[in-house]
């Protein structure tokens, strides 16, 4: 069956430092991944989304790459702040059809200042 | 992007009965989405609500149980009906903006009790 699989405990460090986040799959040839972010008691919002035939996507301090061969995404925060604290959901689409994500459990990131 | 509201923001309810939850998006859009969220869980699609035609539900969620209308571009409603423990959640809709990019509501957390 298809599976994502993010990692459930969370990510601690410290104010200034890069946090990375893993998003694996299997099972899947998604035609695009995203990454959201969800506070607690709130909706996820989205972030970046990168293509299958695309490597690497960047957005201010996000930077997410995409790996079709080792089935796996990561999501780079640089220069990681407090105000970055909060869970981040990956999600893969299938191509064909109606390309409506599945998501993964998320990973909760934790910034310490 | 897009604004979702949705009503209620939370509710208790006793087991047996029903509750609605409306979801209002300040532009029209031909896609609206409900998801389910239980604790820890990732989101799970429930079922997709185009304007003028009947939602299509995913597998493991039944009209009879999660009836949605969509009587209009820029609402919809999900029902959870006959309600026991296991339904508390969090339900949130969405909608797609651009090219895949999901938008959600703030969610309704459910707690039957």
């Known amino acids: 069956s298809q599976k994502i699989e993010q990692n459930s405990e969370a990510l601690n460090i410290q104010e200034g430092k890069t946090a990375t986040l893993t998003c694996n799959y299997t099972n899947y040839s998604p035609a695009y991944l995203q990454w959201y972010r969800q506070d607690p008691g709130r909706g996820p919002v989205f972030l970046l989304l990168i293509r299958e035939n695309e490597k690497e996507k960047r957005k201010e301090r996000l930077k997410v790459t995409f790996d079709t061969t080792l089935k796996q995404s990561l999501f780079h925060i640089t220069a990681s702040q407090p105000a970055d604290s909060a869970t981040y959901l990956c999600?893969?689409?299938?191509?064909?059809?109606?390309?409506?994500?599945?998501f993964g459990r998320g990973t909760s990131l934790i910034v310490h200042p | 992007s897009a604004v979702i509201s949705q009503k209620p923001s939370r509710d208790i309810c006793q087991r047996g009965t029903s509750l609605t939850i409306q979801c209002q998006v300040d532009?029209?859009?031909?896609?609206m989405f409900w998801y389910r969220q239980q604790p820890g869980q990732s989101l799970t699609l429930i079922a997709t609500a185009n304007q003028g035609s009947e939602a299509t539900y995913e597998s493991g969620f039944v009209i009879d149980k999660f009836p949605i209308s969509r009587p209009n571009l820029t609402f919809s409603t999900l029902t959870v009906s006959n309600m026991s423990p296991e339904d508390s959640s969090i339900y949130l809709c969405s909608v797609e903006v651009g090219t895949y990019e999901q938008y959600f509501g703030p969610g309704t957390r459910l707690t039957v009790t």
């Open positions: 532009s029209q859009v031909t896609m």
């Open positions: 999600a893969l689409a299938l191509p064909g059809g109606s390309y409506i994500p599945t």
